[in-house]
């Protein structure tokens, strides 16, 4: 059997099992995305843009499970998470708005135009403890009529925004990317890595995830954090340790609190996103162009307080 695995500095191994294998749980769509682990009922939900759907994955006993269509059509919803409620909230191409999915199933818009104009396309989205809602805007969503609706952008920047958990308030926090993509919190809080995936369309543009320090509603001390040299960064998460997991064309790649590479996990198809599920959470699920992949590790993804 071929190894999943490339290690590119030994303290990969400690996070890595050996023996594990890269499960393929799903295939059938067109462009997997945005997964968001529900502990309470040990189900994955996943966006399939341009199939206008967001999945559900249950899991079974035995580590496998099916799927079932939890809404459709979803609005070409992309990145998905939880609020401190353990409310869905979806970052929506179509409509070109951040929502909540309320207990009783209605929907709640959260963001969709600031400063008086429509939002480009929002794309991802993470919950802080303090409630707040942090989201990337980027423009594909608009590009063209795949994965949203062609149109013209109408701010002036492809930002990254804070609602307010308390007032719901929108700031923009980051007004310099070229493509702001995925973000995740370490697991302090004190730092908001981002991605830029502007090279997606574009080679000489960004391929790189910044490192900010979170001061209070804002961000300070922007730098680059790691450099992605297959494809491009999309969604990323963060274990227990402060590890950071990003996906890339050739799989999901592993840094290191410092920046180092760690390792690779070898993907099939190009990863779009990922994220830590399983009753331990120590089962890295993966979202890949046409499938849902799961492989399982020795670490644990980080946990808000």
Known sequence: MTSPYQIDD??????????????????????????????????????????????????????????STFRQPSQFANGNSRDRQGRLITCEHGTRRVVRTEADGSMTVLADQFRGKRLNSPNDVVVRSDGSIWFT?????????????????????????????TTGDIDCVADDFSQPNGLAFSPDESTLYIADSAA????????????????????????????IDAGIPDGIRVDMAGNLWSSAADGVHCFAPDGRRL????????????????????RLLITATSSLYAIYLTTTGAQRP
């Not at 990863?271 to 830590?276: K, M, P, R, S």
């Open 200 to 227: 997606s369309h574009d080679p000489a543009k960004p391929r790189h995830i910044r490192a900010f320090r979170v001061d209070g509603a804002g961000l300070t001390q922007g730098r680059v954090f790691a450099l």
């Open 263 to 282: 390792g690779k996990i070898l993907v099939p198809e190009p990863v779009a996103n990922l994220t830590f599920g399983g009753p331990r959470r120590n």
């Open 10 to 67: 030994p303290a990969f191994s400690q996070l890595i099992v050996g023996s594990a294998a890269l499960d393929r749980l799903f295939t059938g769509c067109r462009w997997a995305e945005g997964p968001v682990w529900f502990d309470d009922m040990q189900c994955l939900l996943f966006s399939d843009i341009p199939n206008q759907r967001i999945l559900r994955w249950t899991a079974d006993a035995a580590g496998g499970g099916a799927v």
């Open 137 to 165: 805007d980027p423009s594909y969503g608009i590009l063209s009529d795949y994965e949203g609706y062609q149109s013209a952008p109408e701010q002036p920047v492809r930002g990254v925004y804070r609602i307010d958990g």
